[in-house]
């Protein structure tokens, strides 16, 4: 009897960003894949493949937005479900990694919470992890299965070069992200600046920008981050770097979260433009920012996931970048 392999590309995607899978799947060429979705009535959430998933190779798609606990709950009870009904092989595919900052301990006594959503899915029955722009590599070594993390660099510095005209400064708002301002810099041929941040680790969200390493004085200054959440640091970054005399300011993110009070804070940013991708739903609100612009990521989550069902290289697509 001779056995024909069919190998069966399904994208499912949670209810936190369809618009992104769907432009994802248009560009794979593929349907989203149909679920059945509901709760119980003291909120639980049930899910169930509504077709036969038996030998597919399954991409469950959620960006792990608010309400973020619920997001990924969804995703990981599809990821069950898929694993129970025999999937040949299933990816969970996170633009957004939620909990990626609780990565280390900070104080004593504090969880490393980052570990604990890897295991989560882990558990599930996820045998691949696909994310974007992780807060810190060190994610990467938390799983035991492959966990590939892409960038929005290129997309990014495209956008960016086509913008601006002149000697560029990328600036790094905190110590932390030195390394990221120095391929954007490589990318936009330009140097790179580093801000001294001061935290209260007793405190989320709260910081001070103090001090500049670096030249922006006469040239044009792009501020660097992977999240705008509350938006403070980045804001304190570019009053800082427009002091310091640039011609003109931006800040680019590949995660828009946008938390209280970033709206407030950005409209009054002495900066020209906030670029961010759609890794995230973006709002009404935020879209009615003249200062605000959304990139599609689409392109290059539907590139890597047609490179991870045809077992080709994820890293080619961004130049080993996405290291």
Same mark, same amino acid.
């Given at each position: 009897?001779?056995?024909?392999? #069919?190998? #069966?590309?399904?994208?499912?995607?949670?209810?936190?960003?369809?618009?992104?899978?769907?432009?994802?799947?248009?560009?794979?060429?593929?349907?989203?894949?149909?679920?059945?979705?509901?709760?119980?009535?003291?909120?639980?959430?049930?899910?169930? @493949?509504?077709?036969?998933?038996?030998?597919?190779?399954?991409?469950?798609?959620?960006?792990?937005?608010?309400?973020?606990?619920?997001?990924?709950?969804?995703?990981?009870?599809?990821?069950?479900?898929?694993?129970?009904?025999?999937?040949?092989?299933?990816?969970?595919?996170?633009?957004?990694?939620?909990?990626?900052?609780?990565?280390?301990?900070?104080?004593?006594?504090? @969880?490393?919470?980052?570990?604990?959503?890897?295991?989560?899915?882990?558990?599930?029955?996820?045998?691949?992890?696909?994310?974007?722009?992780?807060?810190?590599?060190?994610?990467?070594?938390?799983?035991?299965?492959?966990?590939?993390?892409?960038?929005?660099?290129?997309?990014?510095?495209?956008?960016?070069?086509?913008?601006?005209?002149?000697?560029?400064?990328?600036?790094? @708002?905190?110590?932390?992200?030195?390394?990221?301002?120095?391929?954007?810099?490589?990318?936009?041929?330009?140097?790179?600046?580093?801000?001294?941040?001061?935290?209260?680790?007793?405190?989320?969200?709260?910081?001070?920008?103090?001090?500049?390493?670096?030249?922006?004085?006469?040239?044009?200054?792009?501020?660097?981050?992977?999240?705008?959440?509350?938006?403070?640091?980045?804001?304190?970054?570019?009053?800082?770097?427009?002091?310091?005399?640039?011609?003109?300011? #931006?800040?680019?993110?590949?995660?828009?979260?946008?938390?209280?009070?970033?709206?407030?804070?950005?409209?009054?940013?002495?900066?020209?433009?906030?670029?961010?991708?759609?890794?995230? @739903?973006?709002?009404?609100?935020?879209?009615?920012?003249?200062?605000?612009?959304?990139?599609?990521?689409?392109?290059?989550?539907?590139?890597?996931?047609?490179?991870?069902?045809?077992?080709?290289?994820?890293?080619?697509?961004?130049?080993?970048?996405?290291?």
């Amino acid at each position: 009897m001779d056995i024909v392999s #069919r190998n #069966r590309m399904m994208l499912f995607t949670g209810g936190a960003n369809a618009s992104l899978a769907e432009e994802v799947a248009e560009a794979l060429g593929v349907a989203l894949g149909d679920l059945e979705r509901s709760r119980f009535a003291n909120g639980e959430i049930y899910v169930r @493949p509504a077709e036969s998933v038996r030998g597919a190779d399954c991409y469950v798609m959620q960006s792990h937005c608010d309400p973020i606990n619920d997001n990924i709950m969804e995703q990981l009870i599809t990821i069950d479900a898929l694993n129970r009904a025999s999937a040949r092989r299933i990816t969970a595919v996170m633009p957004f990694f939620g909990y990626g900052r609780q990565d280390k301990k900070v104080r004593p006594r504090e @969880p490393i919470t980052a570990r604990l959503v890897g295991d989560l899915f882990m558990t599930a029955g996820a045998d691949r992890l696909v994310s974007v722009d992780l807060h810190t590599g060190q994610l990467q070594g938390f799983i035991h299965k492959p966990f590939d993390s892409l960038t929005a660099l290129p997309i990014i510095t495209e956008y960016l070069a086509d913008r601006i005209d002149g000697p560029t400064t990328v600036v790094s @708002p905190d110590a932390g992200g030195v390394k990221r301002a120095e391929r954007y810099a490589r990318f936009l041929d330009g140097d790179v600046a580093v801000v001294y941040k001061r935290r209260d680790p007793a405190q989320h969200n709260v910081s001070e920008a103090l001090e500049m390493a670096g030249t922006v004085a006469g040239r044009h200054a792009v501020i660097v981050d992977d999240i705008i959440d509350t938006a403070g640091t980045v804001t304190n970054a570019a009053e800082l770097v427009r002091e310091q005399g640039a011609t003109s300011v #931006r800040i680019a993110a590949t995660h828009g979260v946008f938390s209280e009070p970033a709206l407030d804070l950005l409209k009054n940013a002495p900066v020209e433009e906030v670029i961010v991708t759609n890794t995230l @739903p973006v709002s009404q609100e935020v879209l009615e920012l003249d200062k605000v612009q959304v990139l599609s990521i689409a392109p290059i989550l539907a590139e890597t996931l047609q490179a991870i069902f045809m077992d080709s290289s994820v890293s080619e697509i961004f130049l080993g970048e996405n290291a």
